[in-house]
């Protein structure tokens, strides 16, 4: 009877973890299988024991059944000497399955001693791989060197990817060899605990494969690490180079770690090796029947095959008769074509015949300098050559031949037209103006600007030699063109019909050296050079020194010398585009209208006028920019300073002149010289009214602000439109012959105005400033006026600052600003504020075609010097109707309410009142003189209106009432004595206001 061991069983101790204790048999299980086993590839290998090795267990490992039930046995039982029937109950019941073993272990025999490797274990110790493969006529054979180069490379990517910790998962998706051996069913008993019954099946169904997918993969390769390691996985733990203390040795611990590894993954494939086999076994036969079938499909078709044989033997001999009697049949085509090979050699023939004789007529063109002719000639010979001939091996040479003289020519065309352009170029020019040579005093015979289309008949009527003829206002011609057209038209066409272009960029390069040099000359022929200098810097320090006069003068002559060479080179651009033309004609007339040969030859046509065009436009282009650079020289800080309107005018119209003639030749404005002007224009703007604001500010510092007495000659040198306006106004008490004024009077007013003296020069700033607007270029339009408009605010704000910030106590020496002395600055701003429209209105006529952003800008410009003019003016006024007011109010602080009558506060307020209407009556008018007064009345009338608030004072009729009735009653007949204010403003009703205010 066996004997249960009770789960609460104090015995169950692990031997080899000291102090673990286990109190049933399924924790000590767990425990064994856990800790003491060691588990790969699913083969299970018992470590409890010392040294981890079990004694019981097979090196070669078991599987999980075996294993249990190795526990079971050596394990439970030795230690308890019982039987544990509840494990025996867990465990299979034996079936006729429970009789298989280990197939690696069973084949795994210690007889047959020593297996190094799989072949000899399954097949015997005897086996030799003595077959040798056949190279494959797919892949050509390398030799192992080849690959050094990439080993090298990847080694350091393996070595980092060998590490531990990296996962390396194989490319299938299939489950691991471990989880497929874990999760193959086996036959044991069921949960309930019944034993399964095995059943025969009719015919014997194969097992699933337990192969891993690594094996079954496509791209199954142990080269590959991935691979390697996944097949062998004990080797990177084993191996790992990074936990060994010298990578290159192994201690006995890891060779025999690995020969025990080694030995288990030798079991598991062998045991993968028979499954399949075993399935191989089931499928050849499952598929016997198909292998008979087969054969049967075999035989029929040998049969098949036999009697196909006899047939193409059959069919064989009958072609040979037939072939006996149609060979002479296919002999006619033969010789018919042979016939027409020897025509063609006979054209050959021919054709060579005709090109050995234009060879002489080649050279004998070449002779007569008839390039165009030769040109025709070598181009028709290499299309013969090419078209009909271009297989005969002795004219090999010819084509090269001809590329050769072809290139001669071109070379010699080439020279031809640079010794034309330079003798052309080269020649002197006598010294001429640009000022003299307006486009209504040239006259040229030949056409300036090219039309764009121009017939041979044209050409022939234009005679055989292109003469320019520039002549002066009195009809003397004093430039001539010496240029040969029919050489050159010769040597363009040769040129063009080479497709050889680099003839413009000659023309290019040499038409601006001569620019260059007509600008030395000309600046050599005016100044002299007493030490080695460089044209810039000779010209610059001319700049520094030269009078307006001088300067224009160089100017003219620069302008002159450079339209005379530039209409030389019109005339050589006039004859490229001539003689272009000419040509496309030609080849159209001899091409019968034919559109596709037309159409080719348009391109180049139209490539060469644009090219042409272009180098025109180049060369006047050099033109401005190098007179740009000159005019530039004259705008540097030292210079500027002798600029004159009037030279800027001048300089201004040399522009115009070479800009229309070089518009006229290429059809296309340059601005570069214009650019330069505009900017020297600028400067000297700048330049003049840096000054005038320098005079301005010092003649304000020094102002007095009184009233000053000017002599007529002052306003005579004003220009328009000042001159018009501003007029001295001598007054009736005056003589009608006085030199001296002190009021002046406007156009369209009435009123006289007294002024400062710094007004009068500021006129005369004004007026140098509406001058330049004649002189200056219309560019300068803006500018002038921007400059205009900030004069204009300089002024106002610097009179601000001085009058009402009292600047010109500490500046002028006065000891305070008086009311006088306001008064005289509010007449002089009212008059500058009555020119700013009549100035705004002259820019407008000077220039009227601004543009619309232009005058915009303008016109916001003086809006708002107007603006701070009118709100300056209102602050004056409203600080003589405060300080007059201080003043008042200053008495009405000692009024006392008691006889007599009027007071000694009101007649001192009278006093003043007096004094203050004989300081303003000779100044202001007497429109502003009543509009100070009642501004005055009224704020007078308001504190009297707070003292009587202050005392509690009513019209009641009382004698205090009847007092200050009294009192303002006085008040008002000094008004009327000074008439200055209106009837109404002294009524009664006006004056008991100051008991409801």
């Known amino acids: 009877m066996t004997t249960v061991v009770s789960p609460a069983d104090p015995s169950f101790i692990c031997k080899v973890c000291p102090g673990k204790q286990f109190n049933s048999i399924t924790v000590f299980m767990s425990h064994l299988t856990s800790v003491h086993s060691s588990i790969e590839g699913g083969s299970y290998t018992c470590t409890y024991g010392d040294n981890k090795i079990c004694n019981a267990c097979p090196a070669v490992g078991i599987s999980h059944t075996d294993y249990i039930s190795h526990v079971n046995r050596h394990h439970l039982q030795a230690r308890s000497g019982l039987r544990d029937e509840k494990m025996n109950a867990n465990l299979e019941n034996w079936t006729v399955y429970s009789s298989t073993v280990n197939l690696p272990a069973a084949l795994n025999d210690p007889g047959k ?139 006995s611990g890891d060779v025999r770690q690995v020969e025990k590894s080694g030995k288990l993954a030798q079991e598991r494939l062998s045991h993968h090796l028979d499954q399949v086999e075993v399935s191989i076994a089931h499928q050849v036969a499952a598929k016997s029947h198909h292998f008979f079938q087969v054969m049967t499909y075999h035989d029929a078709l040998m049969s098949q095959l036999i009697a196909l044989i006899n047939v193409v033997q059959t069919l064989r001999e009958r072609l040979a008769d037939v072939e006996k009697g149609v060979v002479l049949a296919l002999k006619v085509p033969q010789l018919c074509l042979r016939k027409q090979n020897l025509g063609m050699v006979l054209n050959s023939l021919n054709t ?138 010769s040597i363009v066409s040769g040129l063009i019909r080479q497709n050889s272009f680099s003839f413009l960029e000659y023309f290019e390069e040499y038409g601006i050296n001569t620019i260059k040099q007509v600008i030395k000359d000309v600046v050599l022929q005016i100044l002299d050079i007493t030490e080695e200098k460089t044209l810039t810097s000779l010209v610059a320090e001319f700049a520094l020194i030269a009078t307006p006069e001088g300067w224009t003068d160089l100017l003219d002559l620069l302008v002159g010398s450079l339209i005379v060479s530039l209409r030389r080179m019109n005339v050589i651009y006039q004859t490229i585009i001539t003689s272009l033309e ?71 119209k040399l522009i115009d002149i070479l800009s229309e003639v070089t518009e006229d030749i290429c059809g296309k404005s340059s601005a570069g010289l214009q650019l330069s002007h505009q900017g020297q224009t600028i400067l000297f703007i700048q330049h003049f009214h840096e000054n005038a604001r320098s005079r301005v500010a010092t003649m304000l510092e020094n102002e007095k602000w009184r009233k000053f007495t000017c002599s007529a000659a002052s306003l005579e040198n004003l220009s328009p439109p000042l001159d018009q306006l501003v007029h001295p106004f001598y007054g009736p008490e005056a003589e009608s012959g006085g030199s001296s004024f002190q009021e ?122 107007a603006k701070d003019y009118t709100e300056h003016l209102g602050e004056l006024e409203r600080k003589i109707v405060q300080i007059v007011d201080a003043t008042l109010q200053q008495q009405l602080n000692s009024w006392e309410r008691k006889p007599p009558v009027p007071s000694s506060c009101f007649k001192s307020i009278g006093k003043q009142l007096l004094k203050f209407h004989e300081a303003i009556q000779d100044i202001l008018p007497p429109s502003q003189v009543s509009s100070l007064f009642r501004g005055i009345h009224w704020q007078f009338l308001k504190r009297v209106a707070e003292k009587l608030k202050q005392y509690k004072l009513r019209p009641d009729n009382s004698p205090t009432h009847g007092f200050v009735v009294s009192e303002l009653i006085f008040y008002r007949e000094n008004l009327k004595y000074m008439n200055v204010l209106n009837p109404e403003d002294l009524i009664d009703s006006t004056l008991q206001t100051v008991w409801t205010l």
């Open 582 to 652: 000419l040509k496309h004609d030609e080849i159209g007339e001899s091409s019968n209208c034919d559109t596709s040969s037309g159409q080719g030859e348009e391109f180049p046509r139209l490539k060469v006028k644009m090219s042409a065009n272009e180098v025109m436009i180049n060369i006047c282009d050099q033109v401005h920019e190098r007179l740009g650079k000159l005019v530039t020289v004259r705008s540097r800080p030292n210079a500027v300073k002798l600029v004159t309107p009037e030279e800027l005018s001048i300089v201004q």
């Open 352 to 489: 060579l015949h005709t090109l050995h004789q234009t060879q002489p007529t080649i050279q004998v063109l070449l002779s007569r300098q008839e390039f165009a002719g030769a040109l025709d000639l070598i181009a028709t010979s290499q299309d013969i050559i090419k078209d009909d001939i271009g297989d005969v091996q002795a004219l090999r040479h010819l084509p090269g031949q001809l590329g050769e003289l072809m290139e001669i020519i071109g070379r010699m065309l080439l020279s031809d037209f640079k010794d034309i352009v330079s003798n052309e170029l080269s020649r002197e020019i006598q010294s001429v103006k640009g000022s003299g040579l307006g486009v209504g005093d040239v006259s040229i015979r030949a056409s300036s600007r090219h039309k764009e289309t121009v017939t041979s008949d044209d050409g022939r009527e234009n005679g055989h030699k292109l003469q320019l003829d520039i002549e002066n206002e009195n009809g003397n011609e004093f430039v001539d063109s010496l240029l040969d057209e029919c050489a050159l038209s």
């Open 113 to 251: 001693g020593k297996q190094k490797d799989f072949f000899t274990r399954s097949w015997g110790v005897d086996f030799v791989d003595s077959a040798l493969l056949p190279s494959s006529p797919h892949i050509c054979e390398l030799p192992p060197h080849s690959f050094e180069k990439y080993l090298r490379k990847v080694r350091k990517y393996y070595s980092r990817h060998s590490k531990p910790g990296i996962v390396q998962q194989p490319h299938s998706g299939s489950p691991s060899p471990r989880s497929s051996r874990e999760t193959t069913p086996s036959p044991g008993p069921k949960q309930d605990g019944t034993a399964s019954k095995p059943t025969t099946p009719p015919r014997p169904v194969p097992q699933k494969l337990e192969v891993p997918s690594v094996f079954l993969d496509q791209n199954f390769d142990l080269s590959n690490p991935t691979t390697f390691n996944t097949v062998f996985p004990f080797l990177q733990d084993t191996l790992n180079e990074n936990t060994r203390l010298n990578p290159f040795q192994l201690d």
């Open 744 to 865: 002046l009077r406007l156009v369209g007013s009435n009123e006289p105005f007294t002024f400062v003296e710094s007004l009068i020069t500021y006129l005369g700033i004004l007026s140098s400033y509406c001058s330049l607007l004649s002189d200056l270029p219309p560019t300068a339009c803006l500018e002038v006026g921007l400059k205009i408009a900030e004069l204009l605010k300089l002024f106002n704000s610097r009179t601000c600052q001085l009058v009402l910030g009292a600047g010109a106590v500490s500046l002028a020496g006065l000891k305070t600003i008086t009311i006088r002395n306001l008064a005289v600055t509010l007449r002089s701003l009212a008059i500058v504020s009555c020119l700013i429209p009549h100035i705004r209105q002259n820019l407008m006529q000077v220039f009227p075609n601004l543009t619309e952003k232009q005058t915009i800008t303008v016109g916001r410009n003086f809006d708002h010097a």
